[in-house]
């Protein structure tokens, strides 16, 4: 029997509600998920990166210490999670660290991804080689950088027997469409928590909407609705991807100016859940047959009915059905690219992310 293939995954997504940490072995065709791990991102340091998600000033030194912060915490978190399972560093072969974005601007002059947790650092910390910077690789070969997620799921989820659609509920939503005999599609769709959080956030201070219950109090408000609809973003060709510096708190801000009359807070709630379904929806392939969501949107109840609600055709479930806690799908991938780096392979990523050729993702720092 193969030894062992022990690899650690880290993420900070879009809604910087701390790393995800977790240690996989990648012996069998299905990844085993040996200890899972959230790491807490503390105030002030979460101020910091949603100030820079959105574009504010930053002086370069708090900029460089925000990086090397931001290291150390996913160094802590690679070894938290290494300490729950009782694994000693050495028995890991890498680390494949996503890191924090805080900016992602794919369609610029020069386009770029910019990912802050300084992987030297990481790398230092845990005696672990560690494996970074992703999405600057794809974005060289002339993809968007994103999504990336798509990759382990067409690898791990895609089935002879049905039309599957893989929906990663995080800040923003990605949609995998794994279609039999065609080539996966996958893009982000639009928001998918980050409207919903804000929204909560001012009115409630809340972090988000347990179970989607606020929400569900409320009633879609027509209007709001369809001039979110309006967002050029989702009628914009493939490929494509989003992140905060589109779809923030001053994005919605903008649509509420624009209606008519005052719109009460549980509506506007309600209307921010129903545009992520709407915009998951339409980005679905017409003959899928079944939905498999993953990130934090699983947990969300009326998310995952008003998905249904739409698709009535469909069985909608999360990832969990299939084997793989919904909360952990997307760390597992950047443990997964990792692996594939490490082995000197190249990743396929054209259909998600439009890149000409297959590509080498990420940079290797070496323990
Ligand atoms: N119990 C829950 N009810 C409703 N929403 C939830 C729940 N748990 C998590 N979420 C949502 O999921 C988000 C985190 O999802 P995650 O997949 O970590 O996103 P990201 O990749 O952007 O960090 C939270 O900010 C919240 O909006
Ligand atoms: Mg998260």
Same mark, same amino acid.
Request: proline share 4%; with cysteine.
């Given at each position: 029997?193969?030894?062992?293939?022990?690899?650690?995954?880290?993420?900070?997504?879009?809604?910087?509600?701390?790393?995800?940490?977790?240690?996989?072995?990648?012996?069998?065709?299905?990844?085993?998920?040996?200890?899972?791990?959230?790491?807490?991102?503390?105030?002030?340091?979460?101020?910091?990166?949603?100030?820079?998600?959105?574009?504010?000033?930053?002086?370069?030194?708090?900029?460089?210490?925000?990086?090397?912060?931001?290291?150390?915490?996913?160094?802590?978190?690679?070894?938290?999670?290494?300490?729950?399972?009782?694994?000693?560093?050495?028995?890991?072969?890498?680390?494949?660290?996503?890191?924090?974005?805080?900016?992602?601007?794919?369609?610029?002059?020069?386009?770029?991804?910019?990912?802050?947790?300084? /992987?030297?650092?990481?790398?230092?910390?845990?005696?672990?080689?560690?494996?970074?910077?992703?999405?600057?690789?794809?974005?060289?070969?002339?993809?968007?950088?994103?999504?990336?997620?798509?990759?382990?799921?067409?690898?791990?989820? /895609?089935?002879?027997?049905?039309?599957?659609?893989?929906?990663?509920?995080?800040?923003?939503?990605?949609?995998?469409?794994?279609?039999?005999?065609?080539?996966?599609?996958?893009?982000?769709?639009?928001?998918?928590?980050?409207?919903?959080?804000?929204?909560?956030?001012?009115?409630?201070?809340?972090?988000?909407?347990?179970?989607?219950?606020?929400?569900?109090?409320?009633?879609?408000?027509?209007?709001?609705?369809?001039?979110?609809?309006?967002?050029?973003?989702?009628?914009?060709?493939?490929?494509?991807?989003?992140?905060?510096?589109?779809?923030?708190?001053?994005?919605?801000?903008?649509?509420?100016?624009?209606?008519?009359?005052?719109?009460?807070?549980?509506?506007?709630?309600?209307?921010?859940?129903?545009?992520?379904?709407?915009?998951?929806?339409?980005?679905?392939?017409?003959?899928?047959?079944?939905?498999?969501?993953?990130?934090?949107?699983?947990?969300?109840?009326?998310?995952?009915?008003?998905?249904?609600?739409?698709?009535?055709?469909?069985?909608?479930?999360?990832?969990?059905?299939?084997?793989?806690?919904?909360?952990?799908?997307?760390? $597992?991938?950047?443990?997964?690219?990792?692996?594939?780096?490490?082995?000197?392979?190249? $990743?396929?990523?054209?259909?998600?992310?439009?890149?000409?050729?297959?590509?080498?993702?990420?940079?290797?720092?070496?323990?």
């Amino acid at each position: 029997m193969a030894e062992n293939e022990l690899y650690i995954g880290l993420i900070s997504g879009t809604s910087v509600d701390g790393v995800d940490s977790v240690l996989v072995n990648f012996q069998q065709d299905t990844p085993e998920l040996i200890a899972s791990h959230s790491h807490p991102i503390g105030d002030p340091l979460r101020e910091n990166i949603l100030a820079l998600c959105v574009g504010e000033d930053i002086r370069l030194s708090e900029f460089g210490q925000t990086h090397i912060e931001l290291g150390k915490i996913f160094a802590e978190a690679a070894n938290a999670v290494l300490n729950k399972a009782g694994v000693e560093s050495n028995a890991v072969t890498a680390i494949g660290s996503h890191g924090q974005t805080v900016w992602h601007e794919p369609n610029a002059g020069n386009p770029f991804s910019l990912q802050l947790a300084d /992987a030297n650092t990481i790398a230092q910390r845990t005696g672990i080689t560690t494996v970074a910077d992703m999405r600057g690789r794809d974005i060289s070969a002339g993809g968007q950088g994103a999504p990336l997620a798509p990759l382990l799921h067409q690898h791990i989820f /895609a089935s002879s027997s049905e039309n599957r659609a893989i929906i990663n509920i995080g800040g923003i939503s990605n949609v995998t469409c794994l279609r039999q005999g065609a080539k996966p599609i996958a893009f982000d769709a639009g928001p998918g928590n980050v409207l919903m959080d804000f929204w909560i956030n001012k009115h409630q201070q809340k972090k988000y909407d347990e179970g989607g219950g606020w929400a569900s109090s409320g009633t879609v408000h027509n209007e709001l609705l369809q001039l979110c609809r309006n967002e050029p973003y989702f009628s914009k060709a493939l490929p494509k991807s989003s992140g905060r510096e589109l779809f923030n708190g001053s994005w919605l801000e903008n649509k509420l100016a624009q209606c008519q009359g005052a719109i009460q807070p549980q509506d506007v709630q309600a209307t921010m859940l129903q545009l992520t379904v709407d915009t998951i929806v339409d980005a679905l392939d017409p003959h899928c047959q079944s939905l498999f969501i993953c990130g934090g949107g699983a947990h969300n109840r009326a998310l995952m009915q008003g998905l249904a609600q739409a698709r009535p055709n469909c069985t909608v479930a999360s990832t969990l059905t299939l084997g793989v806690d919904p909360d952990w799908v997307e760390a $597992i991938a950047f443990a997964w690219i990792a692996r594939e780096t490490c082995a000197g392979r190249k $990743i396929d990523t054209s259909g998600f992310t439009g890149t000409s050729a297959a590509v080498m993702l990420g940079g290797i720092y070496r323990a």
